[in-house]
């Protein structure tokens, strides 16, 4: 299982990565990912919208359960990641093959300051017991 270095972790199991000071990505654990198994549909209907941090931009579903995501940070959904959105064709279950190269969305970050709030790989690694 893969913890890499430069993200940042929720306790949800969503992972964050910054492009500059206001722009990052985020996705699903490697742990998330092999919790839930194939992966079938992923669902965002939060694009133009700004979501408050812990509240729910979308789901992910899988053969046998359907999991809530969570926004790590504030900000405005930008952009899902159209390679993985199966109502233009594409493929969720690219995320089982690399949770970490495949963003689920973009977002611009209300204030950059609360990515401190969130774990390192060393305290997401723990937190799972991996």
């Known amino acids: 299982m893969l913890f ?47 979501v408050e941090a812990h509240n ?15 926004m790590p940070v504030t900000g405005k959904v930008l952009e899902f990641n159209p390679a993985l959105n199966d109502d233009n064709g594409g493929n969720p279950s690219l995320i089982n093959d690399d949770a ?9 970050i209300s204030n950059p300051d609360d990515v401190a709030a969130l774990m390192g790989a060393e305290a997401y690694q723990a937190l799972v017991g991996k």
């Open 100 to 108: 970490y190269q495949h963003w689920i969305v973009k977002v611009e």
């Open 56 to 70: 729910i931009f979308g789901t992910v579903e899988a053969v046998k359960t359907t999991s809530d995501l969570f």
């Open 4 to 50: 890499p270095a430069e993200l940042k972790y929720t306790k949800d199991h969503e992972w964050i990565r910054l492009e500059g000071d206001n722009i990052a990505y985020v996705g699903i654990t490697d742990f998330a990912q092999h919790e839930l198994g194939d992966l079938v549909y992923i669902e965002v209907g939060t694009v133009g919208d700004v």
